[in-house]
């Protein structure tokens, strides 16, 4: 069964970082690209960035360049976003989205990493 | 790079149609066919319900359909069911990045 599944739910102070993590599996994880999209408590979806199927380039959105990383281990199917220097406007659910190299959909989607920033 | 424009809501009776639109610009949806569509119900996963402008992923239901004139897409669910019920979201690459609509809720009556 083809599946993403996520980290669990955090709560970070402002000024913290927080990472999350994103694991495949039921599929051949090389290929395909995975992104990262964020929701904002009762807002629509905003893209923050891809990596690609081989762990190498990443695109981020202009909005959120230095201050997001992601990364892969190839050797555990897994993807990861880090987000620094949150702020309450960071509070969101963060999912990720596996779009098969060249696509532009995504077909799979993880349930999600309730993120929570406060003091 | 702005939100994609949808309507807020819309709703319809059990077997009628329903029509989502999606506005952007030339950057986005009027620049590519890479158009797509996801279904969103609450504290679910998104799912893909049609891409490029136009295709459906099987297992969709042949009642969903896209299609995009200029810089407007639109997803329409013809018989509209009880299940149909939910948040629609369009999605639209743009050079680079997505852009994703500010999403519709479709109520069946």
């Known amino acids: 069964q083809e599946q993403l599944v996520q980290s669990g739910a955090e709560v970070k102070q402002p000024g913290a970082s927080v990472k999350i993590s994103c694991k495949a599996s039921?599929?051949?994880?090389?290929?395909?690209?995975m992104h990262w999209v964020r929701q904002a408590p009762g807002q629509g979806f905003e893209w923050m960035g891809i990596i690609d199927r081989y762990g190498g380039p990443t695109k981020y959105a202009q909005k959120f360049q230095g201050r997001v990383a992601m990364t892969t281990d190839t050797s555990t199917n897994t993807v990861f976003m880090e987000v620094s220097s949150l702020t309450s406007d960071d509070t969101a659910v963060y999912f990720c989205?596996?779009?098969?190299?060249?696509?532009?959909?995504?077909?799979?989607w993880g349930p999600g990493t309730l993120v929570t920033v406060s003091s | 790079q702005s939100a994609l424009t949808q309507p807020r809501s819309v709703s319809g009776s059990p077997g009628q149609s329903v029509t989502i639109s999606c506005t952007g610009t030339s950057s986005d949806v009027g620049g590519f066919n890479f158009v797509s569509w996801y279904q969103q119900n609450p504290d679910r996963a998104p799912k893909l319900i049609i891409y490029d402008v136009s295709e459906r992923p099987s297992g969709v239901p042949d009642r969903f359909s896209g299609s995009k004139s200029g810089n407007t897409a639109s997803l329409t669910i013809s018989g509209l069911q009880a299940e149909d019920e939910g948040d629609y979201y369009c999605c639209s690459f743009a050079a680079g990045p997505y852009v994703f609509g500010i999403g519709t809720k479709v109520t069946v009556l």
């Open positions: 039921g599929y051949r994880f090389s290929n395909y690209h």
């Open positions: 989205a596996r779009e098969r190299g060249g696509t532009y959909k995504f077909d799979l």
